[in-house]
């Protein structure tokens, strides 16, 4: 997993935390489609399959994920939209 990325800029943030598959790329899925082409989402999550459902989302949608971490059992993605 990528360091914590405390400072990174971002242009809007989602909280699923609480959510489990396939709710949190769901909401992640619809958050991106309002964005514009550049822009930044951060996602705060508590469920640990996110892990691996934001690589393959970002892989399978072309967006780019900026950044992956974890501590303490919340998971903070970096997504930037294709």
């Keep these: ?13 989602l909280d699923v935390r609480g959510l489990v598959c396939p709710l949190p790329i769901l909401r992640t899925k619809k ?10 989402l951060k996602v705060m999550a508590t469920d640990p399959g996110a892990v691996i459902d934001f ?3 970002a892989e399978q949608t072309g967006h780019e ?5 974890e501590m303490t059992g919340e998971f903070l993605f970096f997504l930037k939209k294709r």
């Design 31 to 40: 958050s991106l489609a309002d964005m514009m082409h550049g822009q930044v």
């Design 65 to 69: 994920l900026l950044s992956a971490s």
């Design 1 to 13: 997993m990528h360091q914590r990325r405390k400072d990174m800029n971002f242009d809007k943030e």
């Design 55 to 57: 690589q393959v989302f």
